[in-house]
């Protein structure tokens, strides 16, 4: 994470609402206003010294006082969720960076919100405000029991006629057929959550092309080709400079390598932090940010993860 982006923050706040999941509040230990923010906007966490995540913003956008973000205890995680779980403290001082937003939510006369587990966050923002504007909007959140569903409880009790909570163990999985056949054409179709959750809905509005999906990934989603990564040439057009990618190492490496300041956070195509615009040549999109049509505009990629279709890139560094 680039440190012009990085400001500290304040654990003002450390709850549980849920098993294996805790509740972070954060504030400027100055007393100074919170970063603003709209629903589905992330923030990275500079836990340690090589140790950044990044956590979507859950609160309320228009506290100007705080930042709130939950963290599911990943079992087989990479160190962050038991570093915020097990170390992080009310008083220790946190590196904040964001709020970025590269899930922002549409206009539109209704939605339908799908959440599996801890999914729900970036998800919280956005039927706050869809009620407050009094649009049409249901949610469909489900996770492997009541107990690990953060926020289940005050969900249901104040919207007990839009919400429906589906715990694995007493239902089974979600019915994302039932549940997508009973939405109006226009739908916006939010959802955030486990893989194969993500697949399956994007497996089924693809078979319908009525709805509007759109879908948050914590993780980089897989990919499969067989193609055998080569050198290429990419210009850094404001930096006048030109560098040779190898093989065997990333774009962002190659930029750094090259002495040119990138912004850039998970390395893995995620969190939308290394986002650069392209200004000529066609890039291998291997992220799990941009949407189809975002990828097949060619006008911007992430230079953590994509390469170049072509032997030369020309990009806006």
């Given at each position: 994470?680039?440190?012009?982006?990085?400001?500290?923050?304040?654990?003002?706040?450390?709850?549980?609402?849920?098993?294996?999941?805790?509740?972070?509040?954060?504030?400027?230990?100055?007393?100074?206003?919170?970063?603003?923010?709209?629903?589905g906007?992330?923030?990275?966490?500079?836990?340690?010294?090589?140790?950044?995540?990044?956590?979507?913003?859950?609160?309320?956008?228009?506290?100007t006082?705080?930042?709130?973000?939950?963290?599911?205890?990943?079992?087989?995680?990479?160190?962050?969720?038991?570093?915020?779980?097990?170390?992080?403290?009310?008083?220790?001082?946190?590196?904040?960076?964001?709020?970025?937003?590269?899930?922002?939510?549409?206009?539109?006369?209704?939605?339908?919100?799908?959440?599996?587990?801890?999914?729900?966050?970036?998800?919280?923002?956005?039927?706050?405000?869809?009620?407050?504007?009094?649009?049409?909007?249901?949610?469909?959140?489900?996770?492997?029991?009541?107990?690990?569903?953060?926020?289940?409880?005050?969900?249901?009790?104040?919207?007990?006629?839009?919400?429906?909570?589906h715990?694995?163990?007493?239902?089974?999985?979600l019915?994302?057929?039932?549940?997508?056949?009973?939405?109006?054409a226009?739908?916006?179709?939010?959802?955030?959550?486990?893989?194969?959750?993500l697949?399956?809905?994007?497996?089924?509005?693809?078979?319908?092309?009525?709805?509007?999906?759109?879908?948050?990934?914590?993780?980089?989603?897989?990919?499969?080709?067989?193609?055998?990564?080569?050198?290429?040439?990419?210009?850094?057009?404001?930096?006048?400079?030109?560098?040779?990618?190898?093989?065997?190492?990333?774009?962002?490496?190659?930029?750094?390598?090259?002495?040119?300041?990138?912004?850039?956070?998970?390395?893995?195509?995620?969190?939308?932090?290394?986002?650069?615009?392209?200004?000529?040549?066609?890039?291998?999109?291997?992220?799990?940010?941009?949407?189809?049509?975002?990828?097949?505009?060619?006008?911007?990629?992430?230079?953590?993860?994509?390469?170049?279709?072509?032997?030369?890139?020309?990009?806006?560094?």
């Amino acid at each position: 994470m680039t440190g012009n982006e990085e400001r500290k923050m304040r654990v003002v706040g450390k709850t549980s609402p849920a098993d294996g999941v805790v509740c972070l509040t954060l504030a400027d230990p100055d007393g100074l206003p919170a970063p603003s923010w709209q629903p589905g906007a992330h923030i990275d966490l500079a836990l340690d010294s090589d140790l950044v995540r990044q956590y979507s913003l859950c609160g309320d956008v228009a506290d100007t006082s705080s930042l709130t973000v939950a963290v599911l205890r990943e079992a087989e995680g990479r160190g962050g969720s038991a570093f915020v779980h097990d170390t992080l403290e009310e008083g220790d001082l946190v590196g904040v960076g964001g709020p970025r937003n590269h899930f922002a939510l549409v206009d539109a006369e209704s939605y339908l919100f799908v959440a599996g587990g801890i999914g729900i966050t970036p998800l919280l923002p956005m039927l706050r405000q869809v009620d407050a504007a009094g649009r049409t909007w249901r949610l469909l959140y489900g996770g492997r029991t009541r107990a690990s569903m953060a926020f289940a409880n005050q969900l249901a009790e104040a919207y007990p006629d839009r919400v429906q909570l589906h715990p694995q163990d007493e239902f089974g999985l979600l019915d994302l057929a039932a549940a997508l056949d009973d939405t109006a054409a226009g739908t916006a179709v939010y959802s955030c959550g486990p893989e194969p959750l993500l697949r399956a809905i994007e497996a089924e509005c693809a078979a319908r092309g009525q709805l509007r999906l759109h879908v948050e990934r914590f993780a980089p989603k897989e990919l499969h080709s067989s193609t055998i990564d080569s050198e290429f040439e990419v210009e850094l057009n404001r930096s006048g400079r030109s560098v040779l990618v190898a093989a065997t190492e990333s774009l962002l490496d190659a930029v750094l390598r090259s002495g040119v300041d990138a912004d850039f956070s998970c390395r893995e195509g995620t969190c939308g932090t290394c986002e650069v615009t392209v200004l000529s040549g066609a890039p291998d999109h291997r992220d799990s940010v941009l949407t189809e049509d975002e990828q097949a505009a060619n006008d911007a990629m992430m230079i953590c993860v994509s390469r170049s279709c072509g032997p030369r890139l020309v990009l806006d560094l």
